[in-house]
């Protein structure tokens, strides 16, 4: 496979200028992350260790193989929500190694409002499961949480994804025969008793694990019965009596020693073969995506330098190279293994539509992975382009994104506009994993053109009740419009509310990738099989 | 398609294939076998040599009776479009309507493959359209501000030198 040959000047201006732009953007996504993961109030690390409880940074590092990489997903969940009070969420999720078997863990942070789920909390549990699920990866959970956040619990309860998903989630992975381990570190009360109650495995530890549907409070409000939390539900009832549980443990170091004695019990699962060699670093060094990423996401940038600074030995077989040019597609590998990539050079027309829709269902047929690289503002739009049937070929694309059987990866590399999205594998057409580049942004339409369309339609509105605007009275309607617009499609606003797994500083992407292609490949490929796609 | 590769900047094609013993060297019309024991003895036509090999990127470095030589295996495609660039690449043409921001070369000047030729705003984004090889400006054909239609021929490029 040929070699990109790069033709970014990395002496010039403009590339210094993306450069420090862009490596401040990597600054500031590591300062939030290490805030949210590390910064917590006072009180809080203090009650901790009155509880005699490790923080959960430090339960982490007790869980995994050392020197193993660990991809944590949705770091920023809700950093900007709930008046930025639940930091990840309150939960912690990642694809990690235990005993040699890769596993999702998912954890619950005491130190957040004692783990209380908010609603994001919930959806971010929710996501991990799915992730579990998707791939048939083995998952550990650390419990300790005080149970739903009562005064949002409308947002959290009732509906398909809310709560009770986790606990089917959990049930499904169980039926998949894919093992479960839960590790109770507190309190795991109401519905959160489920988590382990509905684990293959799950051990206690004494003292601080205790597991009910109601605590003593509760249980003296509806029967006047007096109990201690260790009758209730503490480690020695419930593996001795109740077995609720199955391992008592004497500390939580000593629970994380018997929770990777468990895990390393667990059969090995064999990977799905795909075409894989031995892995060879890019050839042009990942830190030129800081120069090559443009200052203004308008600005139009080569995909093709992009993909020189992601994939094994910057070798790429661009697939159809002078038809429908807006859409790269081309083989390469990520740490040996093959995918398929779609990279936008531009709008989506007629002619780069069927071609996408082409290159996925050979990459089907082949059993490759696909790979999307964002940077996609809509499909064109005009007289000429509905006449050619844009939305008719459009569709093509959609079916075949939706309907391909292979592992898909999205990354939004600078920004996703409109039916854009759609075509280019965003959320709703579940990829395995879905990142975020700190600048990217996504919307239904650019924050200028939206508020273009808002602000006319209310000065028609106006106009019809016989009044004219001063120009200065359409910058006031304008100006808060944008500025909303603008917060809300931002990378931050995304991960916030869980249209991603996380953000990624640019020069990670490749790592994150070859952890997530590993993990999707614990689970089968189906045979190829579409939709009807509209001729 | 045998293999290309350079010797010495000598170009060289070359194949190695299976054999029953190590591999076969397959150049013109002949084929020697040849085999790697351990990484410094080479067996080649039956008579063993001692080599020394060190690789720097995608070139390797043999020494063998006391010279040492450069080796560079070409990638085919690479090879063969090199010096193909044909007149499909003389005009560069829209790749979606818009309109004209910036002019940055003028007829007559000499351009390098990946320098702008022309700037373009379209579908809210900015573009610049890049020249596909070397060569000459023969001329550009919009001025800042004016509207094109997809395919329209912006600039076009005559070979330099011949």
Redesign the interface.
């Known amino acids: 496979?040929?070699?990109i040959?790069s033709?970014i000047d990395i002496a010039s201006g403009s590339f210094c200028a993306n450069a420090a732009h862009n490596t401040a953007l990597a600054e500031e996504l590591r300062q939030r992350q290490h805030r949210a993961r590390y910064e917590r109030p006072q009180r809080d690390i203090d009650r901790l260790a009155r509880q005699n409880k490790m923080f959960l940074r430090d339960r982490l590092t007790a869980l995994l193989d050392p020197g193993t990489p660990f991809l944590e997903l949705s770091t920023l969940a809700a950093n900007m929500a709930y008046g930025g009070d639940a930091p990840s969420a309150g939960q912690m999720s990642g694809i990690g190694i235990v005993s040699g078997r890769e596993v999702v863990i998912h954890a619950d942070d005491a130190s957040v409002k004692g783990g209380a789920w908010y609603p994001l909390s919930v959806k971010k549990i929710v996501r991990a499961l799915d992730i579990a699920i998707e791939n048939r990866l083995p998952m550990v959970h650390l419990c300790d949480s005080a149970g739903g956040f009562l005064p949002l619990q409308r947002d959290l309860f009732a509906d398909r994804y809310f709560a009770g998903r986790i606990f089917r989630n959990q049930s499904i992975l169980s039926k998949m025969g894919v093992p479960q381990l839960s590790v109770v570190m507190g309190h795991c009360t109401a519905g959160g008793a489920y988590i382990p109650a509905l684990s293959d495995y799950s051990v206690i530890v004494r003292g601080t694990g205790a597991i009910f549907l109601a605590g003593p409070p509760l249980v003296k409000a509806a029967t006047g019965e007096q109990v201690t939390i260790e009758e209730l539900g503490g480690a020695d009832m419930h593996t001795t009596i109740s077995g609720t549980a199955d391992y008592p443990a004497a500390s939580e170091a000593h629970a994380l020693a018997l929770a990777r004695e468990i895990v390393g019990s667990w059969t090995l699962p064999e990977k799905t073969m795909i075409d894989r060699i031995e892995p060879e670093e890019p050839?042009y060094d990942a830190s030129d995506l800081y120069g090559i990423l443009p200052r203004?996401s308008?600005?139009?940038f080569d995909m093709r330098e992009l993909i020189a600074r992601i994939v094994d030995g910057s070798r790429f077989h661009e697939y159809q190279p002078a038809y429908g040019?807006?859409l790269v597609c081309g083989y390469a590998r990520i740490w040996g293994m093959k995918v398929g990539i779609l990279a936008n050079n531009?709008?989506l027309?007629n002619d780069s539509s069927l071609k996408g829709a082409h290159f996925i269902q050979l990459c089907d047929k082949n059993r490759t992975p696909l790979l999307f690289l964002q940077n996609i503002?809509?499909f064109?739009?005009?007289r000429e382009y509905e006449r050619r049937g844009i939305s008719k070929d459009g569709a093509k694309l959609i079916m075949a994104v939706s309907g391909a059987s292979v592992p898909k990866f999205t990354i939004n590399c600078n920004g996703a506009f409109g039916a854009g999205v759609y075509g280019m594998s965003g959320r709703a057409f579940d990829p395995r994993f879905m990142f975020t580049w700190p600048g990217a942004q996504t919307s239904v339409m650019?924050a200028?053109?939206a508020v273009d369309v808002l602000s006319n339609i209310k000065v028609k509105q106006l106009e019809r009740e016989g009044r004219h605007l001063a120009s200065e009275e359409i910058a006031a309607i304008r100006e808060p419009v944008l500025e909303d617009y603008k917060r809300e499609q931002s990378a931050y606003y995304a991960t916030s509310e869980l249209w991603d797994d996380g953000i990624l500083d640019p020069i990670d992407t490749r790592n994150a990738l070859g952890i997530c292609l590993s993990a999707a490949l614990n689970a089968p490929i189906e045979n190829p099989h579409y939709g009807v796609f509209r001729l | 398609m045998q293999h290309l590769m350079t010797i010495d900047d000598e170009l060289y094609c070359v194949w190695l294939g299976r054999a029953r013993m190590g591999y076969a060297l397959h150049m013109q019309n002949s084929v020697w076998p040849v085999a790697l024991e351990g990484a410094s003895t080479l067996l080649f036509d039956g008579e063993r040599h001692c080599v020394t090999i060190a690789v720097d990127?995608d070139r390797v470095y043999v020494h063998l009776d006391g010279t040492a030589h450069e080796l560079v295996l070409h990638?085919p495609?690479?090879f063969h479009v090199a010096d193909a660039a044909g007149p499909a690449q003389d005009s560069v043409r829209a790749?979606?309507?818009g309109s004209v921001i910036a002019t940055p070369v003028a007829a007559g000047e000499t351009v390098a493959?990946?320098d702008t030729l022309i700037v373009i705003e379209?579908?809210?984004?900015?573009?610049?359209v890049?020249a596909p090889r070397d060569g000459i400006v023969e001329a550009v054909n919009f001025m800042v501000g004016q509207n094109f239609e997809r395919d329209a021929v912006l600039a076009t490029l005559v070979r330099s030198e011949e």
């Open positions: 496979m040929g070699r040959q033709r050839y203004d308008r600005t139009a040019t807006s531009g709008v027309f503002t809509g064109m739009v005009g650019g200028e053109q | 990127g990638d495609i690479a790749p979606m309507p493959a990946g379209s579908m809210k984004l900015e573009t610049a890049k």
